[in-house]
Nanobody, 114 residues
């Protein structure tokens, strides 16, 4: 199983980025998927989830700014991040939540700074 995340980078406050995570080795279409993040010196936290039926949840800190979506035909989940703030700086990880064993991707760094 492999979850390959990409799309991170350096962006100015107020800017936008789109993260992608492409999965292999799992039946992607039935999986709930999630994006998590870990800022320096902090615990990893849940950012957003999307179920196989495309129901979504968001952390309060990103509601109205971030959007999670998926394209099952491409085994890919996305995180569109708008109106980025310095406190969004973190390594972002995708995760296959289930059914079955949960797997983590390798992470992609997002830095929000002027």
């Amino acid at each position: 199983v492999q979850l390959q995340a990409s799309g991170g980078g350096l962006v100015q406050p107020g800017g936008a980025l789109r993260l992608s995570c492409t999965a292999s080795g799992i039946i992607f279409s039935i999986q709930s998927m999630g994006w998590y993040r870990q800022a320096p010196g902090k615990q990893r936290e849940l950012v957003a989830t999307i179920t196989s039926t495309e129901s979504t949840t968001y952390a309060d800190s990103v509601k109205g700014r971030f959007t999670i979506s998926r394209i099952n035909a491409k085994n890919t989940v996305f995180l569109q991040m708008n109106s980025l703030k310095p406190e969004d700086t973190a390594v972002y990880y995708c995760r296959s939540i289930g059914p079955g064993y949960p797997y983590w991707g390798q992470g992609t760094l997002v830095t929000v700074s002027s």
